[in-house]
């Protein structure tokens, strides 16, 4: 029979690479720039990067929220209108936390999974599964 610490050992060999990672999750902070009547968020491509998670999905959680059109530049994003770098940091707070971040254990080693029409937050860390609001 396996002693505690082999089993512990075997355990711990199993859980995923994120699941034992212990770095600070920090939201990203926006760059917005101005050109003329549209607003331009700089730093777009590497948000998604860094909240591991689809551009298209969260192109359409801004462009909701702001309620205005919305088109990916590159690695940027350009909105309509005039938004002022608190509304969009607000924004990207609020994605954070409805479909970023695991309401179970409170980590960000989450992905959102479709499954016939509804979507689904699933936790790497702790296995957790919850129900999303759709976009």
């Known amino acids: 029979m396996a002693s505690y610490e082999q089993l512990l050992d075997r355990a711990f060999s199993r859980l995923p690479e994120t699941a034992t990672r212990r770095e600070r999750f920090e939201v990203p902070q926006v ?10 968020l700089k730093n777009f491509a590497d948000i998604c990067d860094r909240l591991n998670r689809e551009a298209p999905h969260l192109m359409k959680f801004f462009v909701g929220v702001v309620g205005t059109k919305g088109a990916p530049d590159g690695p940027r994003l350009s909105l309509t ?10 924004a990207v707070a609020t994605y954070v936390k409805d ?12 992905h959102l999974i479709k499954e016939e029409r509804l979507t689904y937050l699933r936790c790497d860390a702790c296995g957790a599964k919850h129900v999303r609001k759709n976009l």
């Open 31 to 40: 760059q917005v720039q101005r050109e003329g009547t549209k607003t331009i």
């Open 81 to 90: 209108g005039s938004f002022t770098d608190d509304v969009l940091q607000r």
């Open 99 to 110: 479909f970023v971040m695991c309401p179970s254990c409170n980590r960000p080693d989450t």
